[in-house]
């Protein structure tokens, strides 16, 4: 599967996960929550990589980054259910978190990773911190 196909569908299973924790929201205590998206989302990976018996690149730094994105996911995890079980609405959480996260990730790439951000990019940027400044301000506004 090419890079493209595969951002597609990334992006899909990720609105999944965004719909269900939604969902979950209302029935299920955050840290509860949190065990079990992480739990899974665990559990399985694992039990692949031992039937396949995966081999490949692995360094200890590589490790310690995992292990870091492991932590940033299962927080960011723990306080996306927080926001759903205080009534957060699905349109405003979901394109706000992650288009700041979106914002957030390119700029420290570009400036820290040296990542090239490009034209057309950067103009996507544009509109997208103009979308979660319209989105703030109209939940501003209607709270």
């Given at each position: 599967m090419n890079a493209i196909l595969l951002t597609l569908v990334a992006a899909t299973?990720?609105?999944?996960?965004?719909?269900?924790?939604?969902?979950?929201g209302d029935n299920v205590n955050s840290w509860l929550a949190s065990i079990l998206y992480n739990g899974i989302g665990t559990v399985v990976p694992l039990v692949v990589y031992l039937a396949l018996n995966a081999k490949g690149k692995t360094s200890m730094r590589g490790v310690v980054f995992a292990s870091l994105a492991g932590v940033c996911i299962m927080l960011f995890s723990v306080?996306?259910?927080?926001?759903?079980?205080?009534?957060?609405?699905?349109?405003?959480?979901?394109?706000t978190v992650y288009g700041g996260a979106i914002l957030l990730s390119t700029i420290y790439g570009w400036l820290f990773l040296k990542d090239k951000v490009g034209g057309l990019q950067l103009v996507g940027l544009v509109l997208l911190t103009a979308g979660i400044v319209l989105q703030v301000v109209a939940k501003v506004r209607t709270a």
């Open positions: 299973v990720y609105a999944g996960f965004a719909i269900f924790a939604r969902l979950a306080l996306l259910a927080r926001i759903f079980t205080r009534g957060g609405n699905l349109g405003y959480v979901i394109p």
